[in-house]
């Protein structure tokens, strides 16, 4: 194991856990609403609209409620600029944002946070520590676990020239809800989609060469409550589980801040840009051809898939141009970062863009 | 296992962990000493008097080093009295106060950072959110591994009638720098007694009735750890358990943000109350006697005492007067959010004075 490169990490502020901790957003709110223009802004996936949720949230008539469509496209960096505009024409700098629903009602929040108060495109920011001016308090409530986007120092947008995050001290959510009672309902092929961006994580972060001790903590635990909720005797969505999943995402997050993610993220990358395929569901299809990458977890994950019945389509590339695959590979590999944690620094000379083209093929 | 109380914790702001993260203080205290009257105010544990640890610190000629003597007594409310008013009276309000050290170094910085800016005599901040002032920017750095303190949103001091923590939400501290290179030459027996709070932290948090999953998470893979430093194959002083440690000690005080202890630490803190016992010290002597209370884990534990030879004298209570039993007993039982964890909502039907006292007779 190699000691880690040395990173200072912000954490989130503030953390609630427990089931039924969403009533507490009124208390939690009330102090900071006092700042910029006194009112708040909630960006919640379209799928609440006319759900109860919405009727449980501390929303006041100043308040703007943007919901957004994340079920055909990832955010991206166009989607975060027209955000910001609508809201500051609207009513000036708000007080709060808060994220209400998957990682990438997560993203949209943290992102938005950052370019509420730093001029300029969304997309001038992709990168480390490009943003200079703090953004607006923000709050995370997740309502689908896995994706780690909740305690994680990125937020994910596709650009006009690349899939790259908003990476800066921030990014993370001042405060994070975590209310298992929210992922109760979450329909089982997504439950098992972005659970698995947990298991995935886990497995690219103690695959890969910036694994530390720390890492490795998180991790292995992340895994043990992944192997829980989806493979061992008791398995599937329950109370309990519910519970352990929220937990699970969030240490997948957590041993992420001193790792990497590798090979998979890296090629789920490219489908995501290239087809607009949706993260957690871009993953499963590219592990569930990695045996050579990271072993035994690609057979038990396999073993999940049949257990929990989820739909995993086979022969995709059937229907993919070469150039699309083309474009795919190169995406991948323009993804220095994974490549280098997860094979080594001399990654260049073990996998070139016919390669990765050639994994692409396989799915 | 029950649902948690619902609590929204406190996170430290920023953590660094690596081997020769201490580097890197310099550049964390850059930014943040010109804020107050600009200069730094050292808290360190006088066993570093002369040793190369101090000429690694990035101390300038304005800022002030104080040495706590913490080997013969725990942190007294009026020591953090004395030490306020010392600073103020020297140089006015510093920027940054950082502690380094053990448990006890970590506590008086973090109840100084906070007595530096709320009036009055620090007994009177002994309980729950009793200052109203955010403290000085205050930086941990451990030295020995085990307390949690590194982490914990509580500064335990021993004051006039009571030992009880100063716990709000400007207790933890801002940054915490974990660098295990520093607990490399700890002691044996400081080793083993401080790992130990650890251990019974992690078993108190996951006995009693206030875990939840949130605190099972960090709790389970904080007693793995400690089994790998201290009885499995490859246990013992080196390297790569250092690294463990100081993640075991994170792990185990972020178990005890949604629980609490139990049995053993009620007893540790009459004994450090009349006798000034060292807390760590004063655990091992209490847990080496509690089967009933946690099983399996005190056998494991006296083998941890055998396969490393540690120092734990028996029968030290031919040496206390009745007098002495009893007030230890009344300190343990006076502390009934311990208690109430423990044994539940009934715990005073299920202990009485009379039935500590005999607790104590076994030490």
Known sequence: MQTSRLKNIRNNDRLIYGRGCLSMLGDIIKDKRELNNKYVVYVI????????LVAKLPIESNDQIHYVDVNQYEPKTEQIDNLRDTILQKSGL????????????????KATSVML?????SSDYQGLNLAKIPGVYSIGIPTVSGT??????????????????IKCDYTPFNQIV????????????QWFYTGMDTFIHDMESSSGMFY???????????????????????????EINDEK??????FGGLSLTYSEVGV????SYGLSYVFGTRHGYANCLAFNHLEEYYGNAVSDFKKMVELHDIDLPQNQSENWTEDEIHRMAEISYNLPHMWHHALGPDWENKISIPQIMDLFRRM
């Open 94 to 109: 708000p007080a709060i944002i808060v994220g209400i629903g998957g990682g990438s009602a997560m993203d949209i929040a």
């Open 264 to 267: 998979c993220h890296a090629l």
């Open 148 to 165: 780690g986007a909740e305690c994680s120092t990125t937020a994910v947008l596709t650009g006009p020239i690349k899939k790259l995050g």
């Open 178 to 189: 975590l209310d298992p009672d929210l992922i109760a309902t979450v329909p089982k092929n």
């Open 245 to 250: 999943l929220m937990v699970a995402s969030l």
């Open 45 to 52: 996936d379209d799928y609440f609209i006319n759900k109860p």
């Open 212 to 238: 530390n001790t720390f890492s490795a903590a998180y991790g292995d635990q992340s895994i043990e409550l992944c192997y829980d909720v989806f493979l061992r005797e008791g398995c599937g969505q329950n």
């Open 117 to 121: 108060t730093n001029p300029g495109p």
